[in-house]
């Protein structure tokens, strides 16, 4: 009996962990495959057909269910005698209503699926007939749904011996290097928030830290991108915490860069000076904040130890750790004026991303088993609509500072801009976007993909309109300063307020003066061309403020290509 196990992933570059937990649990006559939900249904569609399986299994997610029905749907008019199963945080709630209403589905797995999924195609492969025989299993964890009636086994309970899992990723793994590879080392969160799926996972369950080095070698030996654990809260345990990231400083192979969720306000101080020892990019650290609002978090049952939370975010935004931050639109008890308060104060922090979420009642979670009047929408991902401190018209708002707030301070195009707008006006940057993005959108520019050019001259534009005298002087030549840091501006444009100095990079070029401004690693690579290469690929402009807006005359070479640099003169 052969197995296809399938799913599809929000982009080609992300792996599918559940898929290979799921081989690794019964790995007979079981192949994967992984689409993504950016390919046409009938391409994915005839990618599954080309492996005649018995028994198609599909991982199913909020950002992949619509698309997912769509090709079972189909799957099943072809393949009429064939076991259909899901399983996954989409379907694992309320089957029942998900198998009426898709017919086509045979069973559901719910919960961990390793053992759950080894049971029940262990017992298929002994039936004459699967699918009709499917109704009979007794696997824990199965719900199924036959000749119009619905069956529920008892749950499984969670799996305690991680260790017991097989590491998930096989022979393929020196294919897998450029794509982002996925780790748990736990499963559950010590936390109870009301919008989360791991809130209801019970408690949390680790896997040994020999264990995990070991892991961890394996994909520092094959020099993988990038390797993102989905613990929930990593660093809940101090002590193992320090050991795994001690391991990972000690065996860096230079390459590898490791993603890991973290609760800030636990990080003790040994662990705070471990992080700032990091090779800059080796580790990234994603911190929910979520609000500042403390009848908020009390309301989605946060705990948090907030002044705790906001200086270690703040000092690791300083170091080498790339850092990410998350705030929660829609949450109780924030209105519009308590969350501008939030974006401020968080924001002040700066991390080097800042993600503007919206919330979603999602299946399964708290939330979705109460009524509070908010209003959400019937379609994935189930997102809020409105409540009784937000209205749709405020949410419309936050979703215009979202992408303004995607533009230009997560992609790294204004850094230094508006790192100094918010330390002028830190009461002022969640207004400052708000009010960009309704003149973008009432200009008929808002829904428009910009070149960086022309997001540099609109921000431009932006800075003409609400600033004057000498604050808008400094802002436009910061502005300038995060366009050559960017990228070579050979040919001046017309908004801009500093403008290269191409006679001078050339003196500067021929004299042989620039390595004294740079590292022995960065020489090597400097000798690596010319005078006339580095003409192409280097730019040199005076600014009237220092790169923090400090006033004062400073002139900067700024290096692409292989270095991609800016030196002070």
Known sequence: ????????????????????????????????????????????????????????????????????????????????????????????????????????????????????????????????????????????????????????????????????????????????????????????????????????????????????????????????????????????????????????????????????????????????????????????????????????????????????????????????????????????YEDFASFEASFNRVFALKSHCLQLGFLKRLKGTALWQREDGAEYSDAPPYEILKNRWLSSEDLSALKGVEKVLEKYWNSGLCRNLLSWYSNKYPDGVFDFFLKMSRILEAEGEFYLSHTPNRAFALMSRWLKTCLTGDAEATAQALLCYDLFTFDRCHTPAEWQAVRPDRERLLELLKSGRVEEYLTDAQREVYRSMNSVQWLRNADLATFPCAPDGTPGSETHLFLYGKLRISVKL
């Not at 994603?286 to 000092?315: C, F, M, W």
């Open 1 to 332: 009996m052969k197995t296809l196990l399938v799913t599809l992933n929000s982009k080609f570059t992300h792996t599918s962990l559940a898929l290979r937990c799921l081989l690794r649990a019964y790995p007979k006559d079981t192949r994967i495959l992984e689409c993504t939900v950016n390919q046409p249904k009938d391409e994915i569609l005839r990618q599954i057909l080309s492996y005649p399986a018995d028994v198609y299994a599909f991982s199913v997610y909020i950002f992949n269910v619509t698309l997912t029905c769509q090709l079972l749907s189909d799957l099943r008019k072809i393949k009429p005698h064939a076991v259909i199963l899901c399983g996954g945080p989409e379907v694992s709630y309320d089957c029942e209503s998900f198998l009426r209403t898709h017919p086509y589905v045979d069973g559901i797995l719910r919960g961990e699926g390793e053992e759950t999924f080894a049971e029940v195609m262990e017992f298929l492969s002994r039936a004459e007939d699967p699918r009709a025989a499917l109704s009979d299993c007794t696997a824990r964890g199965l719900s199924v749904f036959s000749e119009g009636e619905y069956r529920e086994n008892p749950d499984r309970p969670p799996l305690c011996d991680l260790d017991s899992l097989p590491f998930p990723y096989g022979e393929e793994l020196p294919d897998l290097t450029s794509r982002i590879l996925y780790y748990e080392s736990s499963r559950g969160c010590p936390y109870t928030c009301i919008y989360c799926l791991s809130s209801v996972q019970g408690r949390v369950r680790f896997r040994s830290v020999e264990r995990v080095c070991a892991d961890l070698q394996r994909f520092l030996d094959a020099k993988v991108r990038l390797v993102k654990f989905v613990d929930r809260t990593f660093n809940c345990g101090h002590a193992r915490a320090l050991v795994i990231w001690k391991y990972l400083k000690e065996h860096d192979n230079g390459i590898t860069a490791f993603h890991f969720e973290i609760a800030a306000w636990l990080l003790s101080e040994e662990e705070m000076a471990l992080l700032e020892s990091m090779r800059p990019g080796q580790i990234l650290l994603e911190v929910g904040i979520q609000s500042t609002n403390h009848d908020t978090l009390a309301a989605i049952t946060r705990k948090t130890d907030p002044e705790k939370l906001y200086a270690n975010v703040a000092r690791l935004s300083e170091g080498p750790c790339h850092v990410h931050t998350d705030l929660i639109a829609g949450l109780p």
